[in-house]
């Protein structure tokens, strides 16, 4: 018996060693094979993650799930400190109104995620970039950097299985999107608003699809080679590249209805909307095609698309403005700017020296000033002179067609409003209807200006001001202070303020007066961008 039972233990001692072998040598080939695989894939293509896709944050994701859909459906909008104040105005005009609450804020820095956080809003601090608390001016090093940033984040989201809406934070819904997004995204792996020469990363949709991660994981490749490439150029080279290569192997790239997804160009200029103006069709307007934070803002404002009342911006009950006209009394271009300028002066004058805010006027503007080629045809309201009726080509236009919004504001920010604040829907109605008189102040430097308008008239409907002469001299502070000093009118109106700086008698205040005026009024152009000297 213990003779069998030893000899039959060798066969199976040798059955074991050589199933060892084989499991070993299977191993060893499936590891070869996947090798082979892999070193093929490399030869074959640019990206090397297709393969092991690398899993995102875990608390990234677990914030992702608490704010999406049930669905999986999120909206995201990275934000820095910097523009902290933008992203809180994208919720109070856009996704509270329309009851959007899928969203969630990406902080591109632990600041911005704390002011989102004592507004009640949710952010995910995602990454702290060195530059977050500073405005960065458009394709320069630190704004490509910043908007590579949505790259990564977007590719989190869609390795995690969302469906990712996009949002930059200079965007307005003018409608919930959502629904119609939904629809379009039946057959479509990736949507965007077009940029009217572009596919825009900035408004974007994408599924979670195999095409719509490469896409991404390509973008992610390209922006990390080169520091000179921004997420929009990687994104529109990705799904140029797809539809030569998948196109009809099931992968489907969407531009947006153009009519109802406006790019700022789109919207503002060729829509020949350079106020506040409905748009029954517009779905989602992005404030794009204009430079700089600044001037984004007073677009914003301008247009009744800013909601954010930050300090009381619209509602403090105890603020009182000034306000005036700019009527085109002037025989060219050249000397209407000038006098506008002038006026916008004085204006600032009498703000300090009465403790009021200056709610600006409509300014006028050629063609070549705003940078825009605007036909003979253009819808937006043109002036006439009050010199022998002479028509000019002056475009009433907003202040950023004459100066660098940038510049003023780093000066006199904290001393104006934009020309539609009485039109806003969050200033109450003492302060609309709290009008003074029209007033026209004369003096020596513009004894002729009483019989100009006279002769003009107006087809605002303002055809009455009160005159206050002062036919022998120059207006001085010390006369504003005795006429308006005690005015009770919320809003001091005056019908023009044409050569009406008045006199500062201290030689240092006047200085000073001077040398802001030298740093506030640069000139610009509507879109901002540096003019040709």
């Not at 698309?305 to 060219?332: F, S, V």
């Not at 009483?450 to 107006?458: I, R, W």
């Amino acid at each position: 018996m213990s003779n069998r039972s030893s000899s039959a233990t060798v066969p199976i001692r040798r059955q074991a060693r050589m199933a060892s072998q084989q499991k070993t040598c299977t191993i060893v080939g499936g590891v070869f094979a996947a090798v082979s695989v892999y070193l093929v894939y490399q030869m074959t293509s640019s990206s090397s993650t297709d393969w092991f896709e690398v899993c995102p944050r875990e608390d990234f994701v677990i914030s992702l799930t608490q704010h999406a859909t049930p669905d999986r459906f999120i909206v995201l909008a990275l934000v820095d400190a910097a523009f902290a104040d933008m992203a809180i105005n994208l919720y109070e005009s856009s996704l509270k109104p329309l009851r959007i609450d899928n969203f969630l804020f990406v902080g591109a820095g632990r600041r911005a995620c704390e002011i989102l956080a004592n507004a009640s809003l949710p952010c995910f601090h995602y990454t702290e970039d060195k530059d977050n608390e500073v405005p960065s001016t458009y394709r320069s090093p630190d704004f490509i950097r910043k908007m590579n940033i949505r790259t990564d984040m977007i590719l989190d989201a869609l390795t995690a299985g969302f469906t990712v809406l996009h949002t930059d934070l200079d965007v307005v819904f003018l409608k919930n999107p959502i629904p119609d997004l939904q629809n379009v995204m039946v057959k479509a792996d990736i949507a965007t608003l077009w940029d009217s020469i572009a596919y825009n990363a900035g408004f974007v949709i994408v599924r979670p699809s195999w095409f719509s991660k490469k896409i991404y994981r390509e973008m992610k490749a390209i922006t990390g080679r080169s520091v000179t490439v921004d997420d929009q150029t990687a994104l529109n080279s990705q799904i140029d590249r797809m539809n030569r290569l998948y196109k009809f192997r099931g992968f489907s790239a969407v531009a947006l209805n153009a009519r109802r997804y406006l790019c700022g160009l789109d919207y503002f200029e060729k829509g020949r909307r350079l106020f506040a103006a409905k748009c029954s069709e517009c779905v989602v307007v992005h404030n794009n095609w204009i430079v700089g934070r600044e001037a984004k803002v007073y677009r914003f404002k301008e247009h009744l698309q800013w909601m954010y009342d930050k300090d009381a911006y619209y509602t403090d009950p105890g603020r009182r403005y000034l306000t005036y006209a700019n009527p085109i009394l002037w025989p060219n271009t050249m000397a209407s700017v000038s006098e506008e300028l002038g006026a916008l002066k004085a204006a600032l004058v009498f703000g300090q020296l009465l403790n009021r805010f200056v709610i600006l006027p409509r300014f006028h503007c050629s063609a070549a000033e705003l940078g825009l080629a605007l036909s003979s045809a253009t819808r937006i309201k043109r002036g006439r002179s009050a010199v022998r009726g002479k028509e000019l080509s002056r475009i009433e236009c907003p202040l950023n067609g004459l100066l660098n919004i940038t510049a003023f504001d780093a000066v006199f920010g904290d001393s104006y409003r934009e020309s539609s604040f009485l039109q806003h829907p969050l200033v109450s109605d003492d302060v609309k209807t709290g009008l003074s008189p029209s007033y026209l102040i004369t003096h020596a430097q513009n004894m002729d200006l009483e019989a100009k308008l006279t002769s003009a008239g107006d087809k605002r409907g303002i055809r009455q001001f009160v005159v206050l002469p002062l036919p022998d001299r120059n207006l001085t502070e010390a006369d504003v202070l005795e006429r308006f000093g005690n005015s009770t009118s919320r809003v001091l109106v005056f019908r023009s303020l044409y050569r009406t700086v008045p006199e500062i008698s201290d030689a240092y205040r006047r200085a000073e007066l001077e040398r802001k005026f030298q740093l506030a009024f640069q000139p610009g152009q509507y879109r901002q961008l540096q003019r040709q000297s």
